[in-house]
Structure formats: structure tokens, C-alpha cells
């Protein structure tokens, strides 16, 4: 073996060893790195807030207790608002399925009875896969189950938005200070540049997601949905998922609506529509006009992140997949050396280009 193929040869054995370490770290670390990864999350969102104190001439350590206890207030009344709408769904789950049960009967005898149901169409078209209240349930109470044992956490996630938040307004003097000036310079600058668009991605994704959800939310509510609170939480959560997110976003009020208005199709095809209408243009138009091309992922890389987080850290992991994602994108974006794995990241090279 030449000592050009032996070196490519350890490369690879290199690549693959750190590849496998990272996931086995991932993976046992997860009780450590989710909550953090949650805490990068939530200081990026409460930054400019902390900034604006201290602005205000407000000592630092008061502009972060401000800050803390201002997430505290908004997590219990959110907490409190998800929590009793999940008790009130999980309570009427029996109605639910027993209703889903009559309306799959009647459709099924209705097809019978015009002679479409044939043998092919009952194999391919199974409605209890659809109008199931009990996979329906069985879905959302997992789902909020996973967010609930997050605030076991939660001192955890505090302390790290903490240190984060103080961090923050320091790391650009301290290099300035370590390295030479014209080098500092440009570490320093780089970072803030990081800094600067992953702080956009992050609150702009969050509050596109808020009006989302919130939308949807009145949606329901005007239409009279049975936990229109859960659902547009749930589509606030989701839609940091493309596409498959706003999908399970939608088919799940949908199908909850079919259900509750047994009987009446009108109510149910015309919250889907608007459904459907509101999910296009927040992520066709909207969204891309806040974000430019920060969320420019290859939909391929996109599945496999998915596939990825999600094994390692469940359906939390899953939400959490895109901003991790977005945010080593743009890093990778930031370096000369790093730039072309940023553009194989992406879908439209124009645009990644650009940035």
C-alpha cells in the first residue's frame, strides 16, 4: 500500500471512528445536550430583550433576573393553558373513539351500499387509519407527554440560558483581547456575523411559528373545535418540521373535526381549506421573505435529519432537527475552508451562494 492510499485510508478509519463518537456522545449525553440545545434556543429569543435592559442602564444581574423570571411567567401561563386542555382532551378521548367507530361504520355501509366498496377499495382505503380517535389520542398524549418531561429540566435549561445570556455580551472582548488586532479582528467579526444570523433564523422561525399557531388557533376557535388550545400549540411545535410538521399540523384538527361534527362535512372541508391556505403562505411566502435563504436545506438533508435527530432524542429531537441544522449551516457558511459543505447543505446553490 503507497503512503498516499494508506493516508486516505486512516482518513476515512478517522472520519468514521469520530462519526460514530459523536453519536454514541449524542446519544448517552441526551438528558445534558437537549436541554442545552433548548437553552441555545431560548437566549437567542430572550437576547434582544436582555440587551434592551441593560440599554436601559438596568445592572446586568437584575436585567437577568428580569429575563429569567420572565420566561418563568410565560412558561407557567402556557403550561397552565396546555396542561388543562391536554386534561380535557385525554378526558373525552372515550367520546372521541366511540363516535369515530359510528362515523366509519356509516361510511363503510353508504359505499356498500353503492357498490364502491369493493374488496380492493376496503384494502386501500381504511378509514379507521384516518377517523381513529384512539391513534389520534395516543399520538398527542405522546407527544405533550415528551414536552411535559422536558420542565424536569427545566432549573437545568435555566442555568444554561444563564450563562449563555452572560456570555453572550463578553466573548467578542475577550478575543479581541487573547489574539493579536488584526486577527481578533477577524475572529471576532466572524462571530458576530454567526452570531448575528443564527439569532435572526432563530426568532424569526419562532415568532413565524407563534403567528401560525396562533392563527390556527383562531381558526379552530371560530369554528367551534374542540381544543383549538391544543391544536394550535401543537401547529406552533410542528412547524419547525417542514412540511411533514404543517401536514400532521393539519390532518389531526381536521380529523378531530370529522369526528365532532359527525354529520356535517361543510365545517370540517372548510377549516382544512383555510388550513391548508394559511400553512402555503407562511411557508411559501412568508417565510421565505423573513428568512431569506437561512432556512435553504436540501429537502434530502432535511429526511435524513429528521431520521437522525429523531432516533436520538425522539419527536422533541425531530422539532428540534431544522434549527440545528440551520444554525451548523450558517457557521459552516462563515469560513472559507468550511463553505462548500454549506452549499452541498442546501437547495438553491444561487442563494447559498449569495449568503
Known sequence: MTEGKQNKFLTIVAALFLVGFTFYILKELQSILLPFFIAVIISFLFEPYYEWLKK?????????????????????????????????FTNEIPKYTEKSKHIIEAITLSFNNWGFFNQYLKDSLDLSKVLNGEAIAAFITGFFS????????????????????????????????????????????????????VKKYVVGKTLINLSYGTLVTVILWIFGVDFFIVWGFLAFLMAYIPTIGSLISTVL??????????????????????????????GNIVEPKILGDKLNLSPILLLLSLIFWGYLWGLIG?????PIM??????LG????????????????????SS
Request: aromatic share 8%; proline share 3%.
Open 56 to 88: 436601559k442602564r438596568i445592572p446586568v444581574a437584575i436585567s437577568l433576573v428580569i429575563v429569567i423570571i420572565t420566561i418563568l411567567i410565560i412558561a407557567n401561563i402556557t403550561s397552565v393553558f396546555v396542561i388543562t386542555s391536554i386534561n380535557a
Open 146 to 197: 415528551s414536552i411535559v418531561s422536558l420542565f424536569g429540566n427545566f432549573i437545568l435549561i435555566l442555568i444554561y440560558v444563564i450563562f449563555l445570556l452572560s456570555e453572550f455580551g463578553s466573548i467578542r472582548k475577550r478575543i479581541l483581547k487573547a489574539f493579536s488586532s488584526e486577527r481578533s479582528r477577524q475572529i471576532a467579526d466572524t462571530l458576530t456575523d454567526i452570531f448575528k444570523d
Open 253 to 282: 384538527p381536521f380529523s378531530t373535526a370529522l369526528i365532532q361534527f359527525d354529520g356535517d362535512l361543510t365545517r370540517p372541508i372548510v377549516i382544512l381549506i383555510l388550513m391548508v391556505v394559511c400553512a402555503n403562505l407562511v
Open 318 to 322: 425531530m422539532i428540534l432537527s431544522v
Open 326 to 331: 440551520s444554525m451548523i449551516k450558517i457557521i
Open 334 to 353: 462563515k469560513f472559507e475552508q468550511t463553505r462548500p459543505l454549506s452549499i452541498l447543505m442546501s437547495y438553491n446553490v444561487t442563494g447559498s451562494k
